[in-house]
């Protein structure tokens, strides 16, 4: 099955204790972005990659760091997490060319961050 | 980049009664998407739009793009209990080149009362 998987699903941590949210598809895209979702605020864009080795910021990549080693995988990295950090995450993947523009999106991760 | 209004951002109807959420821009389009997010679930591609003047329309889901490109609109006629969700605008971003993904409105809630 096409799809996109996320783990965790669901996270508590401390402030600034490392974590990594895992995003991988198995669609052979080549873009995907992070995205987190905040009551009133919609969601917004993290970090997007083009390709492997290709990632470039969003609109709020503060906090943030993110990898593509591989085509499949795009993990988001929380050096030192904050409570302002607590959100509903989302990764999401497309292919690539022109035409339909359709983003497939991972079932989230649900973060808090103490 | 651009941005979009999206309104209302919470509607209660009737099962049966018709709803409509509107997208609004102070800029001229490219293209336009609207997305549904279940409640607990994660954003589904519904559609795209690009063409001025564009109705698509899916059952009982009817997408309308304005004829200058900066509003758009999904209508649901008659609801159902299955309509129940947050509906999304997205736009492309950077849809001349360099940045990709989207750029989401704030949703407008469905709430349906049997």
């Known amino acids: 099955e096409a799809q996109v998987t996320q783990n965790p699903r669901y996270l508590i941590t401390v402030t600034g204790k490392k974590l990594t949210v895992t995003c991988s598809q198995n669609?052979?895209?080549?873009?995907m972005s992070w995205y987190r979702q905040d009551p009133g605020l919609g969601l917004r864009q993290i970090y997007y990659?083009?390709?492997?080795?290709?990632?470039d910021k969003g609109d709020v990549p503060e906090g943030y760091k993110v990898s593509r080693k591989e085509k499949r995988n795009f993990p988001l990295i929380l050096e030192s997490p904050s409570p302002n950090q607590t959100s509903l995450y989302f990764c999401?993947?497309?292919?690539?060319?022109?035409?339909?523009?359709?983003?497939?999106f991972g079932p989230g991760t649900r973060l808090t961050v103490l | 980049g651009q941005q979009v209004m999206q309104i209302p951002q919470y509607q209660h109807v009737q099962e049966g009664e018709d709803f409509t959420t509107y997208c609004n821009s102070s800029?001229?389009?490219?293209?336009i998407q609207w997305y549904k997010q279940r409640p607990g679930g994660h954003p589904v591609f519904l559609i795209q739009?690009?063409?001025?003047?564009e109705v698509k329309k899916q059952k009982r889901l009817t997408f309308q793009f304005g004829e200058a490109k900066k509003n758009s609109s999904l209508h649901i006629t008659a609801t159902q209990t299955t309509d129940v969700g947050t509906y999304f605008c997205?736009?492309?971003?950077?849809?001349?080149?360099?940045?990709?993904?989207?750029?989401f409105g704030k949703g407008t809630h469905l709430i349906i009362q049997p």
């Open positions: 800029t001229t389009l490219s293209n």
């Open positions: 999401a993947s497309r292919p690539g060319g022109q035409g339909l523009y359709t983003q497939y």
């Open positions: 990659s083009m390709n492997v080795e290709v990632t």
């Open positions: 997205a736009l492309r971003r950077g849809a001349g080149g360099g940045a990709d993904g989207l750029t």
């Open positions: 669609m052979n895209h080549e873009y």
């Open positions: 739009l690009v063409k001025s003047g």
